[in-house]
């Protein structure tokens, strides 16, 4: 007798417990705990997937882009190829700033704008805008997965000190601390702090991995538009820079008109 007592409280020990004290309401504090794991998981899933394609559409293009770039004959051809990237791709999107900046620098020679600034530093000002708007693109995701990371622990741990606590209400009701009454609830808790983990693990692993694949972005970032600055304002791209000695890599060619000093 005392073996199948034991047996049929291990077994509501189980998810089967857990979900059946949900539906008929026995334990309504649990299921609020699980409801909001259940959204962070979601949510923090959906973020690890698309930065997951996005880094990987990045770095899939950004060489053949850079190097496209600065092998287009003109200015005006370097030009249209980015405009012909995809919406999602940052390389062509800061080249395509940089250009316009220095073709509005040009039409308005003489005015007060040209006076305020000169050429190298408009161009600066629009690279330094644009970079820092890819670079926000980015980490679009990386707040909430700090969050789930840091936050579904003690979610969980909720629910673990409430499973405790309804099991000692199970105790107080029952008169006698046996397994019968305590098995339940306890293996809520026990469920409840494994949920959390699980939602927590995968956020923080994600996390770490695309704050570092996002510095190395940043420094092609920062890498391209140093030569592109020195390409618009100048009209010559710096030979020593790493970009250039890419191999297939040659001089672009002088800009387009709008894009002379």
């Known amino acids: 007798m005392g073996g199948n007592t034991s047996a049929h409280a291990l077994q509501q020990m189980g998810f089967d417990h857990l979900f059946q004290s949900f539906i008929h309401g026995e334990n309504w504090v649990g299921f609020v705990v699980f409801l909001v794991l259940l959204i962070m998981s979601v949510m923090s899933w959906f973020y690890i997937v698309r930065n997951f394609l996005t880094n990987a559409m990045i770095r899939s293009r950004m060489d053949g882009v850079i190097r496209k770039f600065w092998d287009t004959p003109s200015a005006q ?50 690279l330094r805008q644009a970079v820092a708007r890819e670079s926000m693109r980015l980490e679009t995701g990386l707040t909430l997965l700090a969050t789930v990371g840091s936050a579904a622990p003690f979610v969980g741990l909720l629910g673990t000190v409430w ?25 809520e808790a026990l469920i409840m702090t494994a949920i959390g983990l699980a939602v927590a693990i995968p956020a923080v692993l994600a996390y770490n991995f695309y704050v570092r694949a996002n510095r190395v972005t940043y420094a092609r970032f920062d890498e391209f538009a140093h030569d592109l600055h020195d390409f618009f304002a100048t009209g010559s791209r710096v030979e020593s820079s790493p970009a250039a000695a890419m191999p297939g890599a040659r001089p672009a060619a002088a800009p387009a008109p709008a894009a002379k000093k």
């Open 163 to 187: 499973g405790i606590y309804h099991a000692l209400i199970g105790i107080g009701a029952s008169g006698q601390a046996s397994i019968d009454a305590v098995a339940g609830p306890v293996g």
């Open 77 to 126: 051809e370097a030009v249209r190829f980015m405009e012909q990237q995809p919406k999602s791709e940052p390389f062509s999107k800061i080249a395509l700033d940089c250009a316009s900046a220095a073709a509005h620098h040009q039409r308005h020679e003489g005015s007060r704008l040209v006076e305020a600034l000169n050429r190298s530093e408009f161009i600066d000002r629009a």
